[in-house]
């Protein structure tokens, strides 16, 4: 949690604290002219009521305090999410999809862009699969197929997809050997990501010069160009906080 939210909580429980203590004296001083008019049976009566009195204000206290104290972690990771997607080139996009992984990223730069690596590799692979649709099993256009679907873009598209999965993945896998931040070890393997998104990056938009280039993909390219446009934002995305991680940046 950042400085300001603990502040904030802290000064949040001592509000709390105060108004607690105030009760507790009401408690106190009805309490006193109560027992005047009792006897020791009820005096002993009334401590126990008290005392369960004071442990019920207790629990609710420390429910106060926890509660206050998450709303303002959450809210603090969220803004930490927003604010980072903030120096990407497409902000919505990568809040849409990271703004889940805020509890688990917390307030790291690190482990959002470990996130926005999975998720663009996962939706990488989804592109791909679809892509797959207007091909032969084996990724080859049947020979019916290539007018109508456009056979060697699907087939360049289908070919630069699977590299860039592979770099993505490669990538994700790289980040969890990255060691102490600034070291040497963090320095190279921060290096092979960024060289490895940038190349998957470079496939995506090969795929996509494939597609514009093919005449005989005119009735195809509409939803693969959709598909991958996508992802080639989200890598965009990914690239984009992983320099950030840069000790030079």
């Given at each position: 949690m950042a400085r300001n939210e603990l502040l904030t909580c802290q000064t949040?429980?001592?509000s709390i604290l105060s108004k607690q203590n105030h009760v507790t004296h009401l408690l106190d001083y009805s309490s006193f002219f109560y027992l005047i008019q009792r006897n020791g049976n009820d005096n002993h009566r009334l401590k126990?009521?008290?005392?369960?009195?004071?442990?019920?204000?207790?629990?609710?206290?420390?429910?106060?305090?926890?509660?206050?104290c998450f709303s303002l972690a959450v809210a603090s990771t969220a803004e930490?999410?927003?604010?980072?997607?903030q120096t990407t080139n497409y902000p919505d996009l990568c809040e849409k999809y990271l703004s889940a992984y805020a509890p688990k990223v917390?307030?790291?730069?690190?482990?959002?862009?470990?996130?926005?690596?999975?998720?663009?590799?996962?939706?990488?692979?989804?592109?791909?699969?679809?892509?797959?649709?207007?091909?032969?099993?084996?990724g080859r256009p049947s020979?019916?197929?290539r007018g109508a679907r456009g056979g060697g873009a699907v087939r360049d598209c289908l070919e630069t997809l699977a590299d860039s999965v592979d770099r993505l993945r490669r990538s994700v896998r790289e980040m969890e050997r990255m060691g102490r931040y600034g070291s040497q070890s963090f320095r190279w393997h921060l290096g092979n990501v960024q060289t490895?998104?940038?190349a998957a990056l470079t496939d995506e938009n090969t795929?996509?010069?494939?597609?514009?280039?093919?005449?005989?993909?005119a009735a195809v390219r509409p939803m693969i160009r959709s598909q991958v446009?996508?992802?080639?934002?989200?890598?965009?995305?990914?690239?984009?906080?992983?320099?950030?991680?840069?000790?030079?940046?």
């Open positions: 949040t429980i001592f126990e009521s008290k005392n369960k009195r004071m442990k019920r204000s207790n629990l609710a206290l420390v429910v106060a305090i926890l509660l206050t930490f999410v927003r604010s980072s997607c917390r307030r790291s730069p690190r482990q959002l862009a470990r996130a926005a690596l999975t998720v663009t590799a996962d939706r990488t692979a989804a592109a791909s699969k679809f892509v797959e649709r207007f091909s032969t099993p084996r020979p019916s197929a490895w998104v940038s795929c996509l010069d494939s597609l514009a280039q093919d005449r005989s993909a446009v996508h992802v080639s934002h989200l890598t965009s995305n990914a690239l984009a906080l992983i320099n950030r991680l840069d000790p030079n940046h």
